[in-house]
C-alpha cells in the first residue's frame, strides 16, 4: 500500500464557499485518475477546508490543500503511474473555469510548469477553433450617403440615426453594433429609407443582405449565411412583425454582443459561425413585435425609429416628385391634396400619388374626384369620414 499527497493553492479575490473547494478539488482528481492512468488507484479530499489566509501585499485571499492518493497494489506498474498522475492533475488545475485563477500545484514540485505548458497548448487550440468559425471575409460597405436620400422627404433625423449606427459599427469593426427598427404605419418612408440605404452599402450578399416576410424561413437563413464565403455586414429585414416567429429564433444570436449562428442537422453535424452583422429592420405593428418571444426580439433593438405620416408640405413635394417622374403637370398636385388631403383625410402617399397620376386633367374639372367618391367602399368611406370629423374637432 502506497499514499502519496499533492499539495496545492490557489488565490482568489472573494472567499469561496468550503463546498466549492471541494467540488473543484473533486473535478482535478477525478481527471487525474481517469481511464487507465490511474488504475489502482483513489483520492481523499479533505474533509474539512481551511479558512484561507490573506496575503497583505496582494490583498488576495490564499487557500491551501492536501489532496491525498492511495493504491493498495505493490505492483510496479502501477506505482509508474504516479507522475502521469501528477501531470493530470497539475493540468486540470489551471485549465477551463481555473485558468484566471488556477490551483497551483506546490508538491510534488515541477508539475507547475507541465500545467502551465497544458494551458497555452489548451488556449491555442481554443484560438484556432475560434478562427476556423470565423468567417473567411466580412464583406466591405461603403457609408457615403451621395445623393441616395435626396428624394426622400422629412425623413432627414430618421436617416441620420440609422447612419449614426453604421458608423459606429464600421468604425469599430463591426464589434459595437446597434441594432435599428423603423416603427410607423404603412406608407410614411421605412422601406424607402431602408433601400436607399441598400443602394449607398454596395452589393448585395457582400455588403448587404435582404429578408422579407414573404420569403424567410429559418432553414433558408441559416443556409445562406452559414455557407457564404463573404458575411454582409449589414441584414435589412422588411416587416419583421409578419415573420413567423420560430423562423426568427436564429436572429436573436446575431443580434446579440457574441454575433453568432449555429445549426444542428444529420448531413453536418453541429455548425456555428460567427456573424458580425447590424441589423435594420421595419415594423408596421410595433405592439405586435414586442409580444414576439416574450420580447427577447425586441429588447435587441436599440435604436427604436418612429416614422410618422408626412404632413401637407412633405406631401406635396412627394407629388411634385412625380408627376416630374411621368411628366405631369404641377396643376394636379393641388387638385390631389385639395380632394384627397384636405377633404378626405388620406395621410398615405401611395393613395394619394394614385389619385395623382391616375386622374391627371380629369382632376382639374373635378370628374376623376367623382368617380372615385362613387367607387369608394361603404365601409372605407364611413370610415374615413369619422376620421375627418375627428381632426376638425381636435382642430376646434
Keep these: 500500500m502506497a499514499t502519496k499527497k499533492i499539495v496545492v ?97 506546490i508538491v510534488p514540485s515541477g508539475f507547475t510548469a507541465v500545467a502551465a505548458a497544458a494551458t497555452v497548448a489548451h488556449e491555442k487550440a481554443e484560438t484556432t477553433k475560434a478562427k476556423a468559425e470565423e468567417p473567411k471575409e466580412l464583406g466591405t460597405v461603403n457609408l457615403k450617403p451621395g445623393n441616395n436620400f435626396n428624394h426622400i422627404y422629412g425623413r432627414r433625423a430618421q436617416i441620420n440615426r440609422i447612419l449614426a449606427a453604421l458608423r459606429l459599427a464600421q468604425r469599430t469593426d463591426w464589434r459595437k453594433r446597434t441594432h435599428s427598427v423603423l416603427d410607423g404605419e404603412p406608407g410614411c418612408g421605412k422601406t424607402e429609407i431602408m433601400l436607399s440605404a441598400s443602394k449607398m452599402l454596395g452589393e448585395e450578399g457582400k ?13 433558408g437563413a441559416l443556409e445562406q449565411l452559414i455557407e457564404a464565403s463573404v458575411v454582409p455586414p449589414v441584414l435589412f429585414i422588411e416587416e419583421i412583425e409578419k415573420c413567423d416567429e420560430q423562423a426568427l429564433r436564429w436572429l436573436l444570436g446575431v443580434m446579440d454582443v457574441r454575433g453568432m449562428i449555429r445549426r444542428t442537422n444529420y448531413r453536418v ?27 427577447a426580439l425586441y429588447s435587441r433593438f436599440a435604436n427604436k425609429i418612429y416614422c410618422p405620416r408626412p404632413d401637407r408640405n412633405i406631401m406635396e413635394k412627394v407629388l411634385m416628385r412625380e408627376i416630374e417622374d411621368i411628366g405631369g403637370k404641377e396643376e394636379w398636385v393641388q387638385k390631389t391634396l385639395e380632394f384627397g388631403f384636405d377633404k378626405w383625410g388620406m395621410t398615405d402617399p401611395r393613395d394619394l400619388i394614385t389619385i395623382c397620376s391616375c386622374g391627371g386633367d380629369d382632376l382639374l374639372d373635378g370628374k376623376f374626384q367623382k368617380d372615385y367618391e362613387a367607387t369608394m367602399h361603404p365601409i372605407e368611406r364611413k370610415e374615413r369620414e369619422a376620421e375627418v370629423n375627428k381632426r376638425k374637432m381636435k382642430e376646434e
Design 9 to 105: 493553492e490557489r488565490r482568489v479575490k472573494k472567499t469561496l464557499k468550503p463546498a466549492t473547494v471541494k467540488e473543484q478539488l473533486q473535478k482535478c482528481a477525478s481527471q487525474s485518475v481517469k481511464s487507465g492512468r490511474g488504475s489502482g488507484w483513489t483520492f481523499e479530499i479533505p474533509a474539512r477546508i481551511v479558512a484561507p489566509k490573506k496575503d497583505e501585499i496582494s490583498g488576495e485571499l490564499v487557500y491551501s490543500c492536501i489532496v491525498k492518493f492511495t493504491t493498495t497494489t505493490k505492483r510496479q506498474s502501477v506505482q509508474d503511474k504516479w507522475p502521469s498522475i501528477c501531470q493530470r492533475f497539475a493540468e486540470s488545475a489551471c485549465a477551463g473555469p481555473f485558468r484566471s485563477s488556477p490551483w497551483k500545484v
Design 269 to 295: 453535424g453541429n455548425q456555428a459561425k460567427n456573424v458580425r452583422m447590424v441589423v435594420i429592420a421595419t415594423a408596421n405593428d410595433v405592439k405586435l413585435l414586442k409580444t414576439m418571444m416574450s420580447g
Design 207 to 219: 455588403a448587404w443582405q435582404w429578408f422579407d416576410a414573404t420569403s424567410m424561413t429559418k432553414a
